[in-house]
């Protein structure tokens, strides 16, 4: 079955090579449950990409972006189905405040800009709608499975405290990518760092991570180095500032690390409720990428994907 899907995606992507340079016919290129991903859709968002990424239209940057592009279709268009199940609202003010800080603080540019060239700003609006209502769905969904226990906290703090002077916190971003077995994992993964390269690991968690920190362009803020999990101590242990791990391949989801600082603050200078607060944020954004990843793993089989 993973042979026949690969060989339909092979001729799916050649398919696409004509997309870009020549007017065709808008035809529907894959079903998803009862939604439809079109030739215009794709057309359109990998247009978008490399113009918000400021890359040039080129057939090079294209085709880096073809296979990765159609993934991300496949997800959103699987939320899609999922969330008409729901009455999750949209949340205008996050999808404003997303705009601001991509087109740093001129939206009325950003619009201009997809007009000249000839990119659809409501489409764009549209994927915006369904992600951050999807959050709110898998926030809403596993809400008790998502809350920390800030009292227990409280013990882990003065766990981590005990008998030391000072403490080591890293500054950490994160980009977190699905792990699809129908494509290349390593063709993948290497654009995902050549658009690193090319726009910077922050442009790059805005655009393609699928953790909920993408809207802060992957930011996870202080970290005390040793709340991390034991995989993730070993690798930013052994990592300088400004450093980009190697990815951290899972059964659903492929993770990079980048450490932006370190510092080694004295215990007596340390505040223990902001130390508390980021312990929480930080534990339940994993708790939430956990459900969110899973979740959408769990549709994936849900729905009958039909390449046409």
């Known amino acids: 079955m993973k042979n026949k899907i690969s060989i339909i995606f092979f001729f799916l992507i050649f398919f696409l090579n004509g997309i870009l340079n020549a007017k065709i016919e808008n035809k529907i290129i894959v079903k998803v449950g009862n939604e439809v991903i079109t030739s215009f859709e794709i057309k359109n968002k990998i247009l978008r990409t490399l113009i918000l990424n400021n890359s040039n239209i080129n057939q090079e940057n294209i085709d880096k972006l073809k296979e990765q592009v159609l993934d991300n279709l496949i997800n959103i268009k699987l939320k899609e189905n999922e969330l008409k199940k729901t ?121 393609f991570s699928v953790s909920s920190s993408s809207s802060e362009k992957g930011s996870l803020g202080w970290i005390n180095i040793k709340t991390l999990s034991k995989s993730i101590f070993d690798l930013v242990s052994n990592m300088s500032p400004g450093d980009i791990s190697e990815p951290i391949i899972q059964s659903n989801n492929i993770l990079l690390i980048k450490l932006n600082k370190e510092r080694k603050v004295s215990r007596t200078d340390l505040d223990k409720d902001e130390m508390k607060k980021r312990l929480i944020k930080q534990k339940e954004n994993e708790l939430f990428n956990l459900y969110s990843i899973s979740h959408l793993s769990i549709i994936k089989n849900k729905y009958f994907v039909e390449y046409k």
Do not use: H, P
């Not at 800080?101 to 915006?128: G, R, T, Y």
């Not at 369904?130 to 226990?149: A, D, P």
């Not at 403490?167 to 699809?180: A, H, R």
């Open 87 to 207: 009455n999750v609202e949209i949340d205008t003010n996050r999808i404003n405040e997303y705009l601001s800080k991509i087109s740093s603080n001129d939206i009325a540019k950003l619009k201009n800009l997809f007009i000249q060239n000839n990119v659809s700003f409501e489409l764009f609006i549209d994927e915006l709608k369904t992600e951050f209502r999807w959050q709110k769905f898998i926030y809403q969904k596993y809400s008790k499975k998502i809350e920390v226990n800030e009292n227990s906290l409280n013990d882990e703090i003065e766990t981590l405290l005990k008998d030391q002077l000072e403490v080591k916190e890293v500054n950490l971003s994160e980009i977190q990518l699905l792990n699809n077995q129908n494509i290349n994992n390593k063709k993948f993964i290497q654009n995902i760092f050549d658009e690193i390269k090319q726009n910077g690991f922050e442009n790059t968690a805005l655009k």
